[in-house]
């Protein structure tokens, strides 16, 4: 970087921390003042002229520590005490705004009942204070609002419009003004009212900018499970549609949440003062100040991971000014900023159960006995979009006593970002250390993934030695190959503890003065604020953590679709280590070799516990098969296969080469399946694709339910000609005016044994059909399960005989017949 890039960064660290030292915000203006420090430290080893900075620098450092020194606890709040009819003005701006909205919408009646209730709380707190300028102000909002209303009425119900009566005096106030401007708002924005609606967003695209490969609209069973899968812990959260990016946030009283107040955490509980707003702890308070991941501060929440995901979210709206995480909490401007609501409250969508749903919150935030906000929070102590979305997630999952989750389930539900699991196993032959530092380097540079990285299982003695915290979530803020050497820049979502090995700050040996200044770094400075901000090398990164995760943007691809279903736990066998032929399967054909097809399967979670304990095991098989059902699990065996993990999300990834396959059977598994679930299957593709359910063809099923190979008819496989005759043998009277019939034979047994069958052909209808037979076999004998699917099979007689491997070995089995036309089923023998 040239020494002007440092000079301009020293400038614009130091222009922050003069704006928060102004504002009284210690602990940002701190961290701002030494990020000046060193730049301007870089500069000079970069070989700037400018006279001064030496002492520029010592003045800023000295600042900072200054200021630390005045602050004995970050999480300390001023709490404010704003006069209750200044509170009355903000609220009755923003109902008067909010009628704006519906007024321009053509929404007569909606817009008069705002416009009213912002007059009545304005004549309301009018007449309760002596303060003449808020008189003013007040009476210039109800002006406003009375004029507007009167035209309203005389539309609805027809009649001429008349001159708008004059508001009534109070004691101290000047004769209003009889005439409508919104300036007479006062500091309000005209243009703060939320965007007018434009598409739902709760269709098949995760991603506005995805093109949807198949239907748009959901089926019935779809809508099913999605009205199931909305109620979770209790508490309904329908999808989010357009239309809720209008909803009505403003009202004359402070708005509560009708659910009530979130259950507090043990650790809250033991500090718990009160409950309180925005308004109560800052004299301007926004929703959004100054996007950034360093100022996200966790406290006695158990969310490191919800933190973790805020954090690298924030840092890559900061980065590639792309609203990724702000963008989801409602009311906002036309700009598609959210903005502050006096009335208090917000909506967030989050990605929950396969779609955006809407989480509807007020704005009350739990505080200490000693003024302490017992919550997640910005350092920026005017802005509370941390406390928010930490709010609404909290409400989702069952309140502040968060059960733990990952950084792939919380970025999802936040950004709605692919979710991708990465163990890090060093001394896993399958483990490529390269081929994975490679990858984060080059995609996180791009923007195309968010990383978070979580510790293992640490003694206390190797905690303290490392200075990192065990089971613990660190959001991945950079990656770098800098001099040989292979270096990230993590941050712990407490903001503060941080790595005490090799890269730290601590580390005087292995922070050279070229790497210092290659990664505008000084360990000096850095050694006096903790922030929880570190450097970590490759090689102890790869001891010290045990999984990477990686949330991938959807706008990598093109086309999406996705299929919301249910597995119903009474349909196949408990465990599939047999038979995968009733599990749920699909048909993905793609428009093209040559591309790339990821498929996300997510199950829907509706219960706490089963979120804490999560006990449901899934995974996602692909097999070559050109889309047609697969019914024995490694015959063929799949072209992806993978451990069966109890996360909510399972990622495949399918990379198709140019002269590749097209068509694909995708099949759901379950290990020891018990409950029903519900889920989401989408694909994101780089070419055009269609991903159909594989369906049941066969209308007729005839079976035979008690068979048995007793000591007379146990006579083994045809490689026993003497016993092979004495096997049991049933027909099959195929009843069909032609030949294109499918047949379905199924033989389950015990275990113990190797099964298998022959169908043989004893006449047919049309002899001289060209799909005719003699006799099919099920193939090579299996353990406890066999199958055989035929296809154009003619009308005729055929006579199935189900036969163990030896001959004698006596047990019961289990044969079934399906058809696509009606037969007759007997046992001969």
Partial sequence: MKKTQFERDAVEFASRAVQFDRAGETSPAAFYYREAAQALQAALLAGSQVAGLTEKANEYLNRAEELLKQSSSSSTHQLVRPAAQQLQLDRAKFLFLQALDED?????????????????????????????????????????GLERAEALKCKIHGTPSAKSPALPKSPSSKPCPQHRAAANLGSVDENSHARAASSASGDRSSEKKLFISGSE????????????????????????????????????????????????SPKQRDSFSHWVRPEDLSSDPKVIELVDCFSIRQTVVSDCSFVASLAVSALYEKRFSKKIITSIIYPQNRQGQPVYNPCGKYTVKLNINGVPRKVVI?????????????????????????????????????????????????????????????????NDEDFNKDALFKKLLERHQRGDVLVTLATGELDEAEAERSGLVPTHAYAMLDVKEVLGRRLFLLKNPWSHLRWKGKYSERDTVSWTPDLAEALHYNPRNASMFDNGVFWIDYDSLLHFFDVAYLNWNPGLFKYTYCMHESWNAVVGPTRDVYNIGENPQYTLELGKPGCAVWILL???ITDRDDFANNKEYIALLVYKTQGKKVYLPFDPPPHIDGARINSPHYLCKLVVPPA????????????EKSNTIHYTLRAYATCPFQLARIGNPYKYVREEKRGA?????????????????????????????DDNNQVLVTLKGPKQYQ????????????????????????????????VLELERVPAGIYNIVPSTFLPFQEGPFFLSVSSTCPFKFSRLR
């Fill in 660 to 671: 590749g396959d097209t068509r694909y059977t995708l099949v759901l598994s379950q290990y």
């Fill in 362 to 426: 007020d704005d009350t935030l739990p505080i200490g006995k000693h003024s302490e906000l017992l919550c997640s929070y910005s350092n920026n102590k005017n802005e509370f979009w941390v406390s928010l979305l930490e709010k609404a997630y909290m409400k989702v999952m069952g309140g502040y006593d968060f059960p733990g989750s990952n950084s792939n389930i919380d970025l999802h539900a936040l950004t709605g970002w692919i979710p991708e699991r990465v163990s890090i196993r060093p």
């Fill in 217 to 264: 609209g959901y089926s019935k069973e779809e809508i099913r499970v999605l009205r199931i899968t909305s109620v979770i812990n209790g508490r309904e959260y329908v999808p989010f549609l357009a239309t809720d990016r209008n909803d009505r946030f403003a009202f004359i009283l402070p708005f509560n949440d009708p659910d009530g107040k979130l259950l507090l």
């Fill in 709 to 737: 190979w007793t000591a007379e008819t146990a006579g083994g496989c045809g490689n026993h000609p003497q016993t092979y005759g004495n096997n049991p043998v049933y027909q099959v009277c195929l009843q069909s005016p």
């Fill in 755 to 786: 099964l298998g069958f022959d169908v043989v052909a004893v006449t047919l209808d049309d002899p001289s059909s060209q799909y005719a037979f003699s006799r099919k076999s099920s193939g090579m004998y299996k353990s406890g399960f066999t």
């Fill in 104 to 144: 321009e919408a053509c929404n007569s009646e909606d817009a008069l009942e705002l416009y009213t209730q912002a007059v009545e709380l304005c004549l309301q707190a009018r007449n309760s204070t002596e303060d003449r300028a808020l008189q003013e102000k007040l009476t210039n909002v109800a002006t406003s």
């Fill in 602 to 604: 997510t199950r829907h």
